[in-house]
């Protein structure tokens, strides 16, 4: 019968004993004048190993329990409770094993806490900024307006359109913000439906056809679709990544360019929708933080051209929440392609 690992450290230590106790009593046996019967001695050598190794086993799990709680007591992100009693084993390379396991664990969550605690400290930060900008440009022209300069209307009506448009990005920026929360708390409910792609979009090209045309950039679909485009998922929500992609291709693409939006194949159950303009493009190294929120690429450029700084990580939230991937190809100086996945209506 084999005997469990756990006990190896108590069948060895007590085979010794036994060993040495025997060897003892043998010599004392041939040495001494009254002869022992055999038997008895057996007898006595069995005994002896059987309660050596239940008394050394015991011990030892004992010693080691006690050792590993104090450890428990001293490092402080351990938890005492976390060790039972019943997991203690004199085999050390389990309880090794086990221990390694353990504290990479609690590695692991620490990392996570640190992350964490950077990631909140950056986007405190970052909510101060693009809220202090707005607050103090109205801030500015109120004050202006209240020390005399509201006498003047030319100089009211144009200090009043300024203020406005500050409040305007507040309002821009708190939005993004609540649905963000509420995409982080699962409190975005999506009314998934059947509907046609193609018209959500030309409903955005028309919405931005003036946009556009300030800068000169036309927004086109890649070929005159034959037939309607279905999909599956939230009407409004899909509107909304639509309207984030095509916004941020007017402001960031060449004056006189174009964007391109097309509805394809991905595989038998999806469609991906790509929005592909032919602006400046985005390096790789900035490629993996494009979707973090209020990351810019060029903060003095992407600020001047407004927005929360939050487009795209709504764009990544809201897809996320329909099951589906979003995707990024970029060429610096040739332009960026943003495309996510929709299932394919039945």
């Known amino acids: 019968m084999k005997f469990k690992k756990t006990y190896s450290y108590a069948l060895w230590s007590a085979t010794y004993l036994t060993i040495l106790s025997a060897s003892i009593a043998i010599i004392t046996y041939f040495f001494s004048t009254d002869k022992l019967n055999l038997s008895t001695a057996v ?21 080691i329990y006690r050792r590993l709680k104090k450890i428990y007591e001293d490092v402080s992100i351990l938890d005492v409770n976390d060790l039972r009693k019943q997991s203690v084993t004199t085999d050390i390379e389990k309880l090794s094993k086990r221990m390694q396991k353990y504290v990479e664990g609690k590695r692991l969550e620490i990392k996570s806490l640190t992350e ?13 900024h693009e809220l202090k900008t707005p607050l103090f440009t109205v801030q500015g022209y109120i004050l202006t307006l209240l020390e005399g300069a509201m006498d003047d209307k030319n100089i009211r009506e144009k200090y009043l359109e300024r203020a406005n448009k500050g409040v305007e990005r507040l309002v821009a920026v708190t939005k993004d913000l609540d649905m963000i929360a509420k995409l982080e708390t699962d409190g975005l409910k999506l009314n998934m439906v059947v509907f046609n792609i193609l018209e959500i979009i030309q409903n955005v090209f028309d919405l931005f056809e003036m946009k556009a045309k300030k800068r000169n950039i036309t927004l086109k679909f890649d070929r005159i679709y034959d037939f309607p485009v279905f999909v599956v998922g939230d009407v409004e929500k899909t509107e909304q990544v639509l309207i984030n992609l095509i916004v941020n291709s007017i402001k960031y693409g060449k004056p006189n360019g174009t964007t391109v939006v097309a509805a394809d194949n991905y595989n038998d159950n999806k469609y991906v929708i790509r929005v592909v303009d032919n602006g400046e493009g ?8 494009l979707f973090e929120r209020f990351y810019r690429v060029d903060q003095s450029r992407s600020r001047d051209q407004g927005g929360s700084g939050l487009g795209l990580s709504i764009v990544k939230h809201i897809v996320e929440a329909h099951n589906q991937t979003v995707l990024l190809k970029s060429t610096y100086g040739e332009g960026s392609e943003f495309s996510f996945t929709m299932e394919k209506a039945k």
Not at 44 to 61: D, K, N, P, V, W
Not at 282 to 289: A, F, V
Request: proline share 0%.
């Open 43 to 63: 007898i006595a050598i069995l005994l002896l190993f059987i309660i050596s190794f239940f008394i050394i086993q015991y011990r030892t799990e004992h010693f």
């Open 116 to 128: 964490r605690d950077s990631f909140r400290r950056d986007f405190l930060g970052n909510v101060a």
């Open 282 to 289: 985005i390096e790789q190294k900035y490629l993996s933080r």
